[in-house]
């Protein structure tokens, strides 16, 4: 709230069109006709608050998963811990090095196509590839099976239960 608020209380200047995707707090900052290096510096506390110290969680848990890892006598063992954990692993590094990417550079540093890639990979990309990397790391067969009686249930009706049968 705060960062949008000093934010939308800037002047802007000359064309006040955002060629964008989206209408994000850093693209509106380029559009200034002041200083912005306090709102700037306020976008960085709010990322570190809600995006690096969260991030910096997450690593020290997965530390602690490793070190629990690594405590696994069998390697089936940890071949399975190894799998679950690893799509988790995918997920967030998708998610959090983009936001990352996008909030924690100077307002004027990135490219303009480079940001728009950015913002559609953080927002259409990485929900989209969630299902496939979580389902990539599926072992459970039953688990398996209600997917699949899902899938076919949705997807072709009465010729997916004749097919079952």
Do not use: W
């Not at 709230?1 to 380029?30: A, K, Y």
């Not at 399975?80 to 988790?88: E, M, N, R």
């Not at 967030?92 to 936001?99: H, K, Q, R, T």
């Not at 100077?106 to 259409?124: N, R």
């Amino acid at each position: 709230m705060v960062g949008s608020t000093l934010t939308m209380l800037l002047p802007l200047c000359g064309n006040n069109r955002i060629d964008h995707f989206f209408c994000e707090m850093p693209l509106i900052m380029q559009l200034a006709c002041v200083d912005i290096s306090l709102n700037e510096m306020e976008m960085y506390l709010a990322s570190f608050v809600f995006v690096v110290f969260p991030l910096g969680l997450i690593l020290v848990s997965y530390g602690h998963i490793a070190r629990a890892l690594l405590k696994i006598r069998s390697a089936e063992g940890q071949r399975k811990a190894l799998s679950t954990c690893s799509s988790h692993v995918a997920v967030v590094s998708l998610f959090y090095g983009s936001i990352i990417f996008m909030y924690l550079q100077p307002a004027k540093s990135t490219s303009h196509e480079q940001g728009k890639f950015i913002a559609l990979f953080h927002t259409v990309v990485t929900p989209a590839l969630n299902p496939f990397i979580y389902t990539l790391s599926l072992r459970n067969t039953e688990v398996k099976s209600a997917l699949r009686h899902t899938v076919l249930e949705n997807c072709c009706g009465s010729a997916g239960k004749r097919a079952q049968i």
